[in-house]
């Protein structure tokens, strides 16, 4: 079961697209509290030569995922430097999974990825979102970057051992 909801989603979008920019600055303040991983991945974008317009799509992407956490009601534990690190090769892994199969296979294969996920609500909308970025933007090699951070950001969100799970993740499978 989600623990991010279509309802939440929809009200932590509605609140990070009525944000002017001081909200924003002091959204990102409480993120650097509550989150200094999941905002650091974000933060460190320009410093691979991702341009500015791209980084903020990274982080409105992760202002609402961010939202939705807090909306969703639940305690979110720090997602680490090694929980990040986890899914980003778990991530990378099953992509260059897809990569060897032919369309067919690839479709099941992305079907059941999408099918597993545990957060599908954030998925969706993250999915979505970049979909209509990668419409409008001009392709340059350090969009694999940003792809990488925002994938990486639902995963992380997705796969999180909350407390009280006692060394389990979200989807009940020992660490």
């Not at 509605?14 to 509550?34: N, T, V």
């Not at 305690?75 to 990569?99: H, K, M, N, S, Y």
Request: overall charge negative; charged content about 25%.
């Amino acid at each position: 079961m989600s623990r991010i909801s279509a309802d939440t989603m929809a009200k932590a979008l509605i609140a990070a697209q009525a944000m002017d920019p001081q909200q924003k600055a002091q959204l990102a303040d409480e993120l650097f509290r509550a989150q200094p991983n999941l905002l650091g991945s974000v933060v460190v974008l320009p410093r691979l030569g991702v341009a500015l317009p791209k980084v903020d799509f990274a982080a409105e992407i992760l202002f609402v995922c961010f939202l939705a956490m807090r909306e969703s009601g639940l305690t979110w534990p720090v997602i680490t430097e090694d929980d990040q690190d986890c899914q980003l090769r778990r991530f990378v892994a099953i992509t260059r999974f897809g990569d060897d199969l032919d369309e067919s296979l690839r479709e099941r294969s992305m079907q059941q990825y999408i099918a597993d996920h545990p957060e599908k609500d954030l998925l969706a909308y993250v999915t979505a979102e970049t979909s209509k970025w990668l419409a409008r933007i001009t392709p340059e090699e350090t969009d694999k970057y940003v792809m990488l951070a925002i994938w990486n950001l639902v995963n992380c969100i997705a796969f999180v051992a909350l407390p009280g799970l006692k060394g389990k993740t979200h989807r009940g499978r020992v660490k």
